[in-house]
């Protein structure tokens, strides 16, 4: 065959299959050029999973000769050079939506600009365009769109089914809604009323509006040039699935695996398995500073540095996160401060507390100090969190040095009680211990109620946070093993470890091959119980076979902390002495967010008084 020009028809279908493979993405188009024409009230109807669309709007409309113009490919009122591409303030750019579009479906465009005496009309079948005409009509465009494919039986097929085109058009309807606030828009499904969402005045309204989801929390974060703004539920609220995480890049609906997991990570340790959450973030760059050209749908961007972005939006959502605003006023942790600027030098020379150069202290509170100086090594780290000092915990050394003390004891006399602390520092502390409930539950009251704090809970959160602390630091006390400590597993596992080699290593955990289906551990950290090793490293290879070689170290970090808090804690059915049950408390003031464990069970119920005198029938 001899090589031929694709007649023009032929080429408009191919453009078509890239931007218009589902109804789902020609409303999209359509919408973005209505919200791109200025209008502040888009309807939007369709029928038959989205085979007849129409779209009206009260934009600028169009001048009768663009109509036909408008059809053409690669015509666009938006561009002139390339250079535009690199400060657009639209959302389309290309010019060949509507090309792509009118060559698989019969279309109708009817535009009025403000000041015109009619609106003009233009009919096009599969790409040939009729003539224009004058028709009545307000100001502003509508596009109706029939017999969609029709002409290409091929795609009709890769539909699916009406229902399921159906939902991707809302989904995508609550994308551009969500996107722009401070529009009307008003939805037809099959001929009736499907949603009406009335103009808001901020994004967060547009949140609570679309999502219907109450309360919402709000965060900003800014990394150089990256700024993240979301709105977000609190972890009791949570969805099934990841489809409540929305994502918008210059306020353009985006899919991206990096944001998404970013968004997870912020909530990480607040989620049980199989729970996600659910936020709406917004990345905001220069425009020059990321590429929204690089896929047909335009659903994905490319971020000239992808880390600032990650950093940003789960830093936008980690600081309000840490501030627990759902919980009431006197429960929410203390307020993040900067962190002191004290050098090691200080703690012996604090007076009244032990002398740290000289007193022999448990490795993991040692561990833990010197993380607290060492934050800005750990603000350097791509996948690290939170990343401005602000948002660190607040380190208190008064209060750690008595955590120390008391923890020594927790672990070894728990009679010799050294002398009460002074006033009570945090929400934890505050509460008055009043004894153990079967041996599993520390029994407390506050002013308006009795509060039960799960003892081992409370220690897992409170472990694990040192845990992740003392990694976070770089500063693991490592112990040497005479002989290297063979554990087997599958060689596919034992691959995956030594593939990850220098990142275990930065965990205190020295490892070797011994043979295919053998590791051989040489050192590792002495708040690792030898017993849960093989445990710990098993979970770990796990995690790398199952994501095909690619895992996230934050996430394995926070697992085996998690794993190791909880093999290395108070249990229930353990006796505690008033002493230890309030020096756990007072530990958990340490840390942001503890009021959940680190697998995201809550570690305290409450019982209002109130609640009480109804159970007693003293009020009504
Ligand atoms: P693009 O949006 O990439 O410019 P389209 O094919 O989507 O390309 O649209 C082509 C042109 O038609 C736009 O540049 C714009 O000038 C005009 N247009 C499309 N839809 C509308 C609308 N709803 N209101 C006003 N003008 C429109
Ligand atoms: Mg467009």
Not at 327 to 332: D, F, K, S
Not at 392 to 416: F, G, N, V
Request: net charge negative.
């Amino acid at each position: 065959m001899s090589i031929q020009v694709l007649p023009p028809e032929v080429v408009d279908q191919i453009a078509a299959g890239e931007v218009v493979e589902r109804p789902a993405h020609l409303v999209k188009e359509l919408v973005e050029n209505s919200i791109d024409a200025g209008a502040t009230r888009v309807h939007v109807e369709f029928f038959d999973g989205g085979r007849i669309v129409k779209v009206i709007d009260n934009g600028k409309g169009m001048a009768p000769e663009d109509l036909p113009k408008a059809l053409e490919r690669f015509a666009t009122s938006k561009i002139s050079k390339t250079d535009d591409l690199w400060k657009l303030r639209t959302f389309g750019f290309r010019g060949e939506a509507l090309a792509s579009i009118a060559a698989v479906s019969k279309l109708t465009l009817t535009s009025r600009r403000e000041g015109d005496e009619q609106a003009h009309q233009l009919i096009s079948e599969y790409g040939r365009k009729k003539d224009l005409d004058k028709v009545g009509g307000s100001q502003g465009t509508t596009i109706l769109i029939e017999n969609l494919f029709d002409n290409t039986p091929a795609r009709l097929k890769f539909l699916k089914s009406d229902a399921a085109e159906n939902t991707a058009i809302k989904t995508t309807l609550k994308a551009m809604a969500l996107s722009h606030y401070n529009v009307e828009f008003r939805i037809q499904e099959n001929g009736k009323l499907a949603s009406f969402w009335p103009a808001c005045k901020n994004r967060k309204d547009r949140v609570e509006q679309i999502l219907e989801i109450k309360p919402l929390f709000v965060g900003e974060a800014t990394r150089e040039n990256v700024r993240a703004y979301a709105v977000f539920a609190d972890p009791h609220n949570v969805a099934k699935t990841a489809k409540n995480i929305w994502l918008f890049a210059q306020n353009r609906w985006i899919q991206d695996r990096s944001l998404q997991a970013a968004v997870n990570e912020a909530y990480r340790s607040l989620l049980m398995h199989g729970e996600y959450p659910i936020a709406v973030v917004w990345v905001e760059v220069d425009p020059d500073c990321v590429d929204v050209n690089i896929h047909p749908t335009k659903s994905q961007v490319k971020f000239q540095e992808p880390s600032l972005a990650f950093r940003a939006v789960a830093g936008a959502l980690r600081g309000t996160l840490e501030q627990a605003p759902w919980l009431a006023e006197g429960q929410r942790p203390r307020p993040p401060q900067p962190l002191a600027d004290v050098s090691a030098a200080d703690y012996s020379s604090t007076q009244g507390l032990p002398n740290f150069a000289t007193t022999p202290m448990p490795k993991e509170n040692l561990a833990f100090q010197d993380s607290s100086l060492s934050v800005t090594q750990f603000q350097k780290k791509e996948f690290s969190f939170p990343t401005s000092t602000v948002n660190e915990p607040k380190i208190d050394y008064q209060t750690l040095a008595q955590a120390a003390a008391s923890r020594e004891e927790l672990a070894t006399t728990p009679s010799s009680a050294p002398p009460e602390p002074e006033a009570p520092r945090g929400y934890w502390s505050s509460l008055e211990v009043l004894g153990q409930a079967n041996l599993t539950y520390i029994v407390t009251q506050a002013r308006d109620k009795i509060v039960f704090v799960d003892q081992h809970a409370a220690h897992e959160r409170v472990v694990f946070e040192k845990l992740m602390n003392a990694w976070k630091g770089g500063k693991v006390d490592v112990q040497d093993f005479l002989f290297p400590l063979a554990i087997d597993m599958s060689p596919e596992k034992v691959e995956a470890l030594l593939g990850i080699g220098k990142d275990v290593e930065r965990l205190g955990v020295h490892i070797e091959s011994l043979g295919p289906g053998t590791i051989g551990v040489k050192a590792a950290p002495l708040m690792i119980k030898e017993s849960i090793l093989s445990s710990v490293l098993d979970k770990m290879a796990n995690e790398i076979v199952d994501q095909g070689g690619s895992y996230s170290l934050e996430r394995v970090v926070g697992d085996i902390c998690a794993t190791m808090a909880c093999h290395s804690v108070v249990r229930a059915g353990q006796a505690l002495g008033m002493d230890q049950m309030k020096s756990l408390l007072r530990d958990m003031d340490m840390f942001p967010l503890s009021s959940f464990c680190p697998h995201g069970r809550p570690v305290s119920v409450e019982y209002p008084f109130y609640k009480l005198e109804k159970d007693f029938g003293r009020i009504v």
